[in-house]
């Protein structure tokens, strides 16, 4: 059964920096591409940024720049390092696995972790 | 971008009716869509991708057509577990996107 777990959420004041992971079992992690996908709260998804499985990485345009994203193979783990948080980017993430790429389908989710930016 | 616009915003239907969606892309998409399934306090969850084609584990209840720039997702008889929003999402072109969701609420 394919398992995605995140961690590392939580409050930071805007301008400040978070990282958190997304540890994945019951797969062959290293030949899929993975996603992060916010959702705000009471509103719709949104893709944020992906890494296929040899490590190219892509990000939506609000987040490029701050955001850097990761995987540790050796450890079937993902990364979002986030920098230069701001008010918007408070969302709850999810961690998401492609079908076929970064870009989707994704056909497995983790239960998602909560970022709060506020001051 | 490519952009996503769903309709309804909000199905109110019974258990046992018929319910389409329906999900117009802003350019050509070919086949590479999927519907989502979300409901409250959980992650989304994959019913069908590349427009028509079933997840594993989805019930034949849920279908989808369409191609281009018009799709559908089609649940056959309601069930009382199917009241949920519905997203779709493109990943036809960078960035993918994702429908702002219809929900399908109970009658």
């Known amino acids: 059964e394919v398992q995605l777990v995140e961690s590392g959420g939580g409050l930071v004041q805007p301008g400040g920096s978070l990282r958190f992971s997304c540890a994945a079992s019951?797969?062959?992690?290293?030949?899929?591409?993975l996603s992060w996908v916010r959702q705000a709260p009471g509103k719709g998804l949104e893709w944020v940024s992906g890494?296929?499985?040899?490590?190219?990485?892509f990000y939506a345009d609000s987040v490029k720049g701050r955001f850097t994203i990761s995987r540790d193979n050796s450890k079937n783990t993902l990364y979002l390092q986030m920098d230069s948080l701001r008010a918007e980017d408070t969302a709850l993430y999810y961690c998401?696995?492609?079908?076929?790429?970064?870009?989707?389908?994704?056909?497995?989710w983790g239960q998602g972790t909560l970022v709060t930016v506020s001051s | 971008e490519i952009v996503l616009t769903q309709s309804p915003a909000t199905l109110s239907l019974s258990p046992g009716e018929r319910a389409t969606l329906s999900c117009r892309a802003s350019?050509?998409?070919?086949?590479?869509l999927a519907w989502y399934q979300q409901k409250p306090g959980q992650a989304p969850r994959l019913l069908i991708y590349?427009?028509?084609n079933r997840a594993t584990g989805i019930t034949d209840r849920f279908s989808g057509s369409g191609s281009g720039t018009d799709f559908t997702l089609t649940i056959s008889r309601l069930e009382p577990e199917d009241f949920a929003v519905y997203y779709c999402q493109q990943r036809s072109s960078w960035p993918p996107t994702f429908g702002q969701g219809t929900k399908l609420e109970i009658k």
């Open positions: 350019q050509s998409v070919s086949s590479q």
């Open positions: 998401a696995k492609g079908r076929y790429s970064v870009y989707g389908p994704f056909d497995s």
């Open positions: 019951g797969f062959t992690f290293s030949t899929h591409g």
């Open positions: 890494i296929n499985s040899g490590g190219s990485t």
């Open positions: 590349d427009a028509s």
